[in-house]
């Protein structure tokens, strides 16, 4: 069954290649001890509408959408954020650090490690804003790693926090995922214009407190090509003239997707991936998933085959109203979990799923990862 929670309405580097798959995080335990979101902060993001989206879609041609009923039909996305003219990723780092210590949970000085995912068609983006947060903290911060995982960057940097050492049993990870797609999409491109959307999350990762981590694995798997009606790469990079989504004319470096061959396999992939979560679940637990949300399209017709497979399982969604978030989407919907507005389904554990663009090999891998947590 698939159900949106009633969230708030908007008013140094580190290589992941070779990590290690996960499948009982060591001692100490590792728990999820809180996530909050920035989402409804009208002064750091906008609402871009889906009349606005056919709009954009068409300056490059005939081949847009013809109104806003179609971006829906297309995206089943109603709404998508972009930054507000003035706001830039560091500033949604800085807004992360001030939300923690307004809900007492610390500030960025008070954390072991930050582990920083900012997903980016230039390489450096992340280790850039890793630096200029380092350079704007008014005390030392602890090491701040830059990471570009895109759509599976959560799970990713969740591989990576129970591999953190601790230096003391109080010893506390940081996740922040900023995300700010419209830097390096074109908004007339059909494939990305009316799913991807900015978002900004923060969760931290303690010994003591928090939804326990008790599985986890995550990996980069080949795509095979050779079925599709279209063979090419799932993923692409190039510099050239696109439009922003404030419609101007620019030339940028941007991303182009194979849709048809990442519908077929993100599908297969992300089923494969709670499968294997799902069998190391204590038989008949109540479970909930919660699932990277690439579009609408995707999102229905996976979890109408994992009904099919797997009919215990709820599907937690917010695309409608938030947009294809990249890595943000899974903290996302962990912060609408704890929110008290939120109608929760009776569950006692969480599955945590992804599946998209393996930034190391975009042209023939996707990165997948799941994860098993306690509530």
Known sequence: MLFSPRCPSPKARTDTAHCPVIHHPPEPQYRLAETISLCARTDL????????VSELSQLA????????????RSTGVS?????????QPLHLALALEIALDQQNLGRFED??????????????????LASSLQQQARHPLPPVHGINAGCSGFLQQLQLACHVPHCSRHSRTLLLNIETPEHWHCAADRAFCGLVSAAATA????????????????ADLPVPDSHLLEPGPLFHTEITDSITFRGTAQSRHIM???????????IELMLHAVKDAWQQLPPGSPVTLIPHQPSGKLLRTFAAALQSQLP?????SNLEHSGNTISATIPELLA???????????????????????????HDHLSCGSAWIGL
Do not use: K, Y
């Open 45 to 52: 993001f906008e609402t871009l509408s889906n009349e606005r």
């Open 61 to 72: 041609g005939p081949g847009g959408f013809a109104n806003a009923a179609a971006v829906l």
């Open 79 to 87: 709404a998508r954020r972009i930054l507000q003219p003035d706001v």
């Open 111 to 128: 954390f072991t490690t930050i582990l920083l995912c900012h997903s980016h068609t230039d390489p450096t983006a992340a280790e850039q």
């Open 203 to 218: 969760t931290i990762i303690d010994q003591h407190w928090g939804r326990p981590v008790h599985w986890l694995q995550t």
């Open 256 to 266: 182009r997707m194979h849709g048809e061959a990442v519908f077929v396999h993100a």
């Open 312 to 316: 215990q399982i709820d599907v937690l």
């Open 336 to 362: 609408c979990l704890t929110s008290a507005t939120t109608a929760q389904p009776a569950t006692s554990h969480l599955i945590l799923a992804a599946c998209g663009i393996c930034m190391r090999r975009m």
